[in-house]
T-cell receptor
Framework: AQTVTQSQPEMSVQEAETVTLSCTYD???????LFWYKQPPSRQMILVIR??????QNATENRFSVNFQKAAKSFSLKISDSQLGDAAMYFC??????????????FGKGTKLSVKP | NAGVTQTPKFQVLKTGQSMTLQCAQD?????MSWYRQDPGMGLRLIHY???????DQGEVPNGYNVSRSTTEDFPLRLLSAAPSQTSVYFC????????????FGPGTRLLVL
């Protein structure tokens, strides 16, 4: 079974600085997708960024980028120029590319990010 | 589009009571799912559906029932509520395919006394 591990329960960053959130996963599959979701205090789950396992190029979305190390099964999220609105819980998630359950997301336990003004 | 809607937003139940959490989407998504979120646990899959008339169990299905009679609706039924079911429940939907974005509803906070 696949697992997702986020080893940092809490992180803190100064406004305008850069922070990296860690995520590792375990799988024997070769076709899969990785996601970072943001959950602000409103509880709404918001997709931040997506990475296809077959792509070597790291995904980027504005100030958000990932460092995808397939061999190491590592998928970290870098937030540049941190803003107060980035304060939230961040969840790393895995999605298999196989079978009827391929829609299911497997989540890590989350990292709570605080942004200091 | 309203996206994914959930009702109610908050509910208090007594142990042993039953209730249905409603979920609807207006994006014609084939895939729908229910997750629960507990402190320090992330989100865990309860049940999911890949289309009308097709449902299957996720990681934590005990104590919950689902059915999918239409593409739009995917209700979650608690048969006999227990304090262990106190949680925040999220419904999500997406088009078929693992690359597709899952859209989440705003969540239902359930307290079982």
């Amino acid at each position: 079974a696949q697992t997702v591990t986020q080893s940092q329960p809490e992180m803190s960053v100064q406004e305008a600085e850069t922070v990296t959130l860690s995520c590792t996963y375990d799988t024997s599959e070769s076709d899969y997708y990785l996601f970072w979701y943001k959950q602000p205090p409103s509880r709404q789950m918001i997709l931040v960024i997506r990475q296809e396992a077959y792509k070597q190029q790291n995904a980027t979305e504005n100030r958000f980028s990932v460092n995808f190390q397939k061999a190491a099964k590592s998928f970290s999220l870098k937030i540049s120029d941190s803003q107060l609105g980035d304060a939230a819980m961040y969840f790393c998630a895995y999605r298999s590319g196989y079978g009827g359950s391929q829609g299911n997301l497997i989540f890590g336990k989350g990292t709570k990010l605080s942004v200091k003004p | 589009n309203a996206g994914v809607t959930q009702t109610p937003k908050f509910q208090v139940l007594k142990t042993g009571q039953s209730m249905t959490l409603q979920c609807a989407q207006d994006m014609n998504h084939e895939y729908m799912s229910w997750y629960r979120q507990d402190p320090g646990m992330g989100l865990r899959l309860i049940h999911y559906s890949v289309g009308a008339g097709i449902t299957d169990q996720g990681e934590v299905p005990n104590g919950y029932n689902v059915s999918r009679s239409t593409t739009e609706d995917f209700p979650l039924r608690l048969l006999s509520a227990a304090p262990s079911q106190t949680s925040v429940y999220f419904c999500a939907s997406s088009l078929a395919g693992p690359r597709e974005t899952q859209y989440f509803g705003p969540g239902t906070r359930l307290l079982v006394l």
